[in-house]
């Protein structure tokens, strides 16, 4: 694949590299028929087209556009199944029932499936027969990839992601951003220790923009005495193969980790405050191994947090104030951990409010699923951030906080755009703010040994 790009301004789409029109579509159905298994083959038969999923997203609801009702977004993906695998599908080619998927319906169809889907799953919550449909938009990217149609900052965030080892950088500039991180606040932030007992990972932004966030991680790590490391070489817990469809790099990021994670002997992987690297480590790694990873435990920031809460490891001072907080959907809705942040929340004394739609059936902020990085879907990620401005502002608490950076990214943007004068708080920071440390300082390095025990 090139870094070329041909992109009109009237355009909806992008087209990665220089494919012949025919090879675009050929490669488009071979990525699709690689999914269709036993599971997404009863998904295609089972829709009743009930309409209920178009009430559920956040895009179709904002905008009242039938085009982004959910099920819609996998037509294509939906046609090439009933053409070749589904009940009766050479009868139905013979017949002329079962049309070719064409180019012009992919070229239309990229900006379905990666403009208005971020994969939230707020879908196949409401989905009477239980279609998956967010993982069957995932699964149709894998198509659009090989056929290089998909947007073009997402494309390059990627072919850094797979070039540069990471799209903060390469391992080079990892190693500076630690060091000048360290400097900065005066922290021994650990690096490439040959033996540890966590693996601590980080997302672009935590790199970027924030750095509290790194250091928060740091304090309490040392605080609770673990044994605990950084790696040059794998560092990056967000992953844009997951988003962008490619499955290679999919692969090579969270096997990545993994490896790196047996090689020192860490017993547990640390995610920071990102959804997309929850959902493409803790449940997707299997996948690549073709078994179990039950050696390690892949952990999300909030997930430990609790658990430390909980068993008195870590103690807070109550801030006794008023507060909302915004559910992350992969972490809550696609990952279970619902129940992390109102137990930290609890253990501040703060008084939660909760969104009018919330926990599992929170709306998402209209950034994730790559959509974020994806600059031509700027002005439909503004209309979903307006549903989630109006939700927090009718709360009236003090303190409006989430869990992912990704969605922090997403508020500040719209923040910017809307002049808005609520700033979203990190769960993770409010924590290391809030914390009591017994000697007033984080416990020194040398005592963290089996503190994972």
């Not at 547990?268 to 990873?293: D, F, K, N, Q, S």
Request: glycine letters at 8%; aromatic letters at 8%; a negative charge.
């Amino acid at each position: 694949m090139t870094t070329d790009a041909k992109q009109t301004p009237a355009k909806t789409f992008d087209e990665q590299g220089d494919l012949p029109d025919a090879v675009r579509v050929e490669n488009a159905m071979e990525g699709f028929l690689a999914e269709f298994g036993p599971r997404a083959a009863s998904y295609m038969n089972a829709c009743v087209r009930c309409g209920l999923c178009a009430e559920a997203c956040h895009f179709h609801l904002a905008t009242q556009d039938p085009k982004y009702t959910p099920i819609h977004k996998i037509k294509p993906f939906e046609q090439a199944y009933h053409r070749t695998q589904g009940p009766f599908s050479t009868l139905k080619r013979a017949v002329g029932l079962a049309p070719k998927v064409d180019l012009e319906e992919l070229q239309h169809w990229e900006e379905l499936i990666y403009d208005s889907c971020t994969l939230c799953g707020r879908c196949t919550l409401v989905c009477p027969m239980g279609i998956d449909i967010a993982e069957l938009v995932k699964e149709a990217r894998h198509g659009m990839f090989r056929a290089g149609l998909l947007p073009d900052r997402l494309a390059q965030i990627t072919r850094n992601a797979e070039t540069k080892h990471s799209p903060f950088g390469t391992p080079e500039d990892f190693i500076n951003a630690v060091g000048s991180i360290g400097a900065q606040y005066e922290l021994d932030l650990p690096l490439d220790r040959p033996k540890s007992d966590l693996l601590l990972t980080f997302a672009p932004g935590d790199l970027e923009e924030h750095h509290a966030s790194v250091v928060a991680l740091a304090r309490i790590l040392d605080h609770l005495g673990i044994d605990w490391t950084l790696s040059s070489t794998a560092f990056e817990a967000t992953n844009f193969g997951y988003l962008s469809g490619n499955t290679e790099v999919q692969a090579a990021l969270t096997c990545r980790l993994i490896d790196k994670a047996r090689e020192i002997g860490a017993s547990t992987i640390l995610l920071p405050e990102c959804g997309h690297a929850w959902g493409a480590t803790r449940w997707e790694a299997a996948r690549w191994y073709g078994e179990p990873i039950d050696d390690i435990r892949v952990m999300h920031t909030i997930e430990f947090l609790a658990e430390r809460i909980q068993s008195g490891d870590i103690r807070l001072r109550p801030v006794g104030e008023t507060a909302t907080f915004h559910d992350p959907c992969q972490q809550i809705r696609r990952g279970g951990l619902g129940w992390a942040p109102r137990a930290i929340l609890k253990a501040l004394g703060m008084e939660l409010r909760e969104l009018e739609h919330h926990a599992e059936t929170s709306f998402c902020c209209g950034g994730g699923g790559g959509v974020l990085a994806n600059t031509r879907a700027a002005p439909l990620r503004l209309q979903a951030f307006e549903m989630k401005r109006n939700e927090v502002e009718a709360t009236g608490a003090e303190h409006f906080v989430t869990s992912c950076g990704q969605c922090r990214l997403q508020f500040d943007r719209g923040r910017e755009q809307t002049n808005w004068d609520k700033q979203v708080e990190s769960l993770l920071e409010l924590v290391v703010d809030n914390m009591i440390f017994q000697s007033g300082e984080p416990t020194a390095p040398e005592t963290r040994k089996d503190a994972l025990k």
